[in-house]
């Protein structure tokens, strides 16, 4: 039984990531376009239509997923009206931000402000209870367009050996963080009582120096938010270590009260910031639980808050396919049990398009036993039916551990990571310091 959410929020402002996803087979996309099937060739960016179907047949090619920046405004623009005109294309509410500001508004209690570059379908898109501030709406939206194709489709004489996407956009606004001031100056009006943050990563295709500078204005924006009020930054797939580093190290840490994140990007952190197991290159099927829970407790005891350390980080929502762990800092949050598997319920559903879990479409993918650590004597524990969510602790350090029923055939993963976080923290409870 799950209790009751938290009633700690009422309002909660989100920034500073928001588009249009535009979701349609690449395929036809491209036969629309009156593209003719060529051979593969990798492009770092995209510049003509010849980049887009060589880039898109070479993907498609390995089953592979890619993202990739469209140069030519005008021209992506062109493309973008096709796409989003297609009969069969399907049109979504994009971007971490929006989509933690569209999950968090299916709960009527609360009041939603998003701030991010909206546009006039974002804004037709999103949900009734999520309130735009009129500085940070946009004449045009941003795009993104989510190529998929299926296992075993063929274009001209590729044939894609699995399932994926290609991702292309071109969005100057989320690249630049440029929505971020806004946010935080519309803050004072609305008064949140939980402040979330994502779209850090859209930085990473900006130039070195552009993006440290951007980095530095970020984090001087973010320390302007009220120290009462938490904040929550959401984490997303990255590739620039140095960058990551940088998050980690001097600047953004120490800001938030909580991280959420994935298995890839918790294996990232700790190669970018030599943490544990950081010569582990890749997971090899179900991340072992015993690393997983070693780097999280290393994140917390080197970046989190300590009586030396002048950091405000005391939770981690972590989660993969198979399970979650809410790691959380002793005496600043309560509620986790109900937080976690609040998290692990919003997976199975959001997944399989359902309003509860549907134990016909679910299956358990979780390790029924499994050590808590590989750098300290870790405890051994055995999964028990009755009682699924786990708890141990580790130098005033406590995790949280539930298995997430898996959906069997998903109908729907864009966001998902999104909407476990929103769910979670939706059940969390903050203690006032």
Request: glycine share 6%; aromatic share 6%; with cysteine.
């Amino acid at each position: 039984a799950i209790v009751r959410p938290a009633r700690s929020w009422a309002r909660v402002a989100v920034g500073v990531n928001a588009c249009v996803d535009v979701v349609l087979s690449g395929v036809k996309l491209l036969e629309a376009l009156g593209l003719e099937p060529s051979e593969g060739k990798n492009h770092a960016v995209l510049n003509s239509g010849q980049d887009l179907k060589e880039a898109f047949a070479h993907f498609m090619e390995r089953g592979a997923a890619a993202e990739r920046f469209f140069s030519d405004a005008e021209a992506f623009q062109d493309i973008a009206r096709a796409a989003s005109e297609h009969p069969a294309a399907q049109l979504y509410v994009g971007g971490n931000a929006a989509l933690i500001g569209q999950k968090l508004a299916t709960n009527p209690d609360l009041k939603i402000l998003l701030c991010g570059p909206v546009g006039p379908k974002l804004h037709e898109l999103l949900d009734d209870n999520v309130v735009v501030p009129p500085e940070s709406m946009q004449e045009r939206d941003e795009f993104h367009l989510i190529l998929e194709y299926q296992a075993g489709e063929q274009w001209g004489r590729v044939r894609a050996p699995a399932a994926n996407r290609f991702i292309f956009s071109h969005d100057l606004s989320n690249g630049a963080l440029s929505m971020l001031e806004v946010f935080v100056s519309s803050l004072d009006e609305f008064q949140p009582d939980l402040v979330v943050l994502s779209g850090l990563h859209m930085m990473e295709g900006q130039s070195k120096e552009m993006r440290q500078r951007r980095l530095m204005e970020a984090v001087a924006s973010i320390s302007d938010i009220p120290t009462d009020i938490p904040i929550h930054l959401e984490l997303a797939s990255m590739t620039d270590q140095d960058f990551m580093s940088n998050i980690v190290h001097q600047q953004v840490f120490p800001l938030v009260n909580s991280i959420g994140l994935n298995e890839q990007e918790l294996l990232f952190l700790t190669q970018s910031a030599s943490g544990p197991h950081a010569s582990l290159a890749s997971w090899s099927g179900i991340p072992d639980v015993g690393v997983v829970s070693d780097i999280l407790f290393w994140i917390l005891k080197e970046h989190g808050k300590t009586a030396e350390r002048a950091s405000d980080l005391t939770r981690i929502h972590f989660h993969t396919l198979a399970y979650h762990i809410l790691v959380t800092v002793d005496g600043h949050w309560g509620n986790q049990a109900a937080a976690v598997a609040a998290g692990a319920r919003a997976a199975g559903t959001q997944a399989c398009a359902t309003d509860t879990i549907d134990t016909s479409k679910v299956f358990l993918k979780a390790p029924l036993e499994f050590v808590t650590s590989h750098t300290e004597a870790p405890s051994k524990i055995s999964l028990n039916p009755d009682e699924p969510v786990v708890q141990w602790h580790r130098e005033g350090i406590s995790f949280h551990f539930t298995p997430v029923l898996v959906c069997k055939d998903p109908v729907r993963t864009v966001g998902l990571g999104d909407a476990i976080s929103a769910e979670g923290l939706l059940y969390s409870e903050a203690y006032p310091q």
